[in-house]
T-cell receptor, first 113, second 112 residues
Framework: DTEVTQTPKHLVMGMTNKKSLKCEQHMGHRAMYWYKQKAKKPPELMFVYSYEKLSINESVPSRFSPECPNSSLLNLHLHALQPEDSALYLCASSQETWGNTIYFGEGSWLTVV | QKEVEQDPGPLSVPEGAIVSLNCTYSNSAFQYFMWYRQYSRKGPELLMYTYSSGNKEDGRFTAQVDKSSKYISLFIRDSQPSDSATYLC????????????FGDGTTLTVKP
């Protein structure tokens, strides 16, 4: 079983809603990530947090807003999304940002209607 | 041309067969090579991790890395229906693990 826990597993939201995805890891990892995965495609990196600071934003639209309240938690705040944002959102973590493998959570399935 | 090319599949084999999954890459800076297994509607699960060239074995799974040819493989022996999934290769250099470059995945079906 993965040690990266994501909630909710499924989320349906309207284009005017505000919602959040949550992620938690208890492996003591100092790097955490958000990925987006569309059907039959590999995961695409969105954000990287290292030691609770945002280190990489892969030119993600501002309607996605990440937050790292502490070293174990990572949130993704969603606002004014578009139907094309419907996807599997994956949280992941690694010991550090360099030279380490990343461990994924089970993902949150997001549908924007 | 993509940095990582993965045999597209889909691949269908009978139970008990040996499966070979392959990726090629063009970036000489890649040093870390991973294989992930992803079941339908689930997150990717790390299967194998190899640093630099060589072989690594874990139960029925063997990962091979040939840096001179820029080629990596995952072998599955005695394949089982539970191995039916999409397999993703991933690679990274020594800068940011999260910026791993993924192959597009190969979908494997093992038929009983």
């Amino acid at each position: 079983d993965t040690e990266v826990t994501q909630t909710p597993k499924h989320l349906v939201m309207g284009m005017t809603n505000k919602k959040s995805l949550k992620c938690e890891q208890h492996m003591g990892h100092r790097a955490m990530y958000w990925y987006k995965q569309k059907a039959k495609k590999p995961p695409e990196l969105m954000f990287v947090y290292s030691y609770e600071k945002l280190s990489i934003n892969e030119s993600v639209p501002s309607r996605f807003s990440p937050e790292c309240p502490n070293s174990s938690l990572l949130n993704l705040h969603l606002h004014a999304l578009q139907p094309e944002d419907s996807a599997l959102y994956l949280c992941a973590s690694s010991q550090e940002t360099w030279g380490n493998t990343i461990y994924f959570g089970e993902g949150s399935w997001l549908t924007v209607v | 041309q993509k940095e990582v090319e993965q045999d597209p599949g889909p691949l269908s084999v009978p139970e008990g067969a040996i499966v070979s999954l392959n990726c090629t890459y063009s970036n000489s800076a890649f040093q870390y090579f991973m294989w992930y297994r992803q079941y339908s509607r689930k997150g990717p699960e790390l299967l194998m991790y190899t640093y630099s060239s060589g072989n690594k074995e874990d139960g029925r799974f063997t990962a091979q890395v040939d840096k001179s040819s820029k080629y990596i493989s995952l072998f599955i022996r005695d394949s089982q229906p539970s191995d039916s999934a999409t397999y993703l290769c991933a690679m990274s250099d020594n800068t940011n693990a999260g910026k791993s470059t993924f192959g597009d995945g190969t979908t494997l079906t093992v038929k009983p």
